[in-house]
């Protein structure tokens, strides 16, 4: 049929996760802790990685990510898809986390992200090819605005999708997007000038 489009090998093996990660809540919603064990191994990483880019302090990023998993197994008997995935939840948990966590500060984050930042997945082309190694281009996303940093977090480190990012920050796909845009711009200037920078410093 004309305009028609065969799933993806990818969009195959996603809906198969998600299936698969469905069954997992079900029986960790019913006290499996063997289920609950692979939920906490499937997600712990990224949550981690996501409160310490936030926080660049290890220890707080350890005590943070454990509140996150304890705040999630109390929601789990509550706790419906609602059309997007597991691991949205657990970010917004995360966030919700680390704005307590200053908040308990009093006073306003200062947030450095550093190249040794774990990125073991790819990351976009558009982001990366702005710098010429991932470090570079990390260590200036601090400038950005808090919700440009959420939106680059979540979206290059955490990997989730335009629409799971809004769900996660309560935003519209259309304000996310336009968020990443304005962030990817500012950094693309932000290198320019580091660049030009360095050529007047040589």
């Known amino acids: 049929m004309d305009g028609y489009q065969s799933p993806t090998s990818s969009d195959k093996l996603k809906r198969r996760n998600q299936r698969g990660e469905a069954r997992l809540i079900q ?3 019913q006290g499996d802790r063997q289920a609950l064990g692979e939920l906490y191994n499937r997600h712990v990483d990224l949550i981690y990685r996501y409160v310490y ?4 302090d290890e220890a707080v990023a350890e005590d943070l990510t454990a ?3 304890v705040k999630a197994l109390e929601g789990l008997p509550e706790y419906e898809a ?3 995935p597991f691991q949205a939840w657990l970010y917004r948990i995360a966030r919700a986390r680390t704005v307590d966590y200053y908040r308990r500060q009093e006073r306003r984050r200062e947030v450095t992200l550093d190249e040794t930042l774990p990125a073991e997945r790819p990351h976009p082309d558009e982001f990366v090819e702005m710098a010429d190694r991932w470090g570079r281009a990390i260590d200036l996303v601090a ?5 440009q940093q959420d939106v680059l977090i979540l979206r ?3 990997e989730l999708t335009l629409s799971e990012v809004a769900d996660t920050l309560g935003k519209t796909t259309g304000s996310v997007k336009s968020l990443q845009h304005r962030a990817l711009t500012s ?3 932000l290198v320019d000038e580091q660049t030009a920078t360095g050529a007047h410093d040589d």
Do not use: K, S, W
């Open 27 to 29: 029986r960790a919603q």
């Open 53 to 56: 880019a936030r926080v660049r």
């Open 67 to 69: 509140e996150v998993f």
């Open 82 to 84: 609602r059309g997007y």
């Open 143 to 147: 400038q950005l605005t808090d919700d």
């Open 156 to 158: 290059f480190i955490g």
């Open 187 to 189: 950094l693309a200037r």
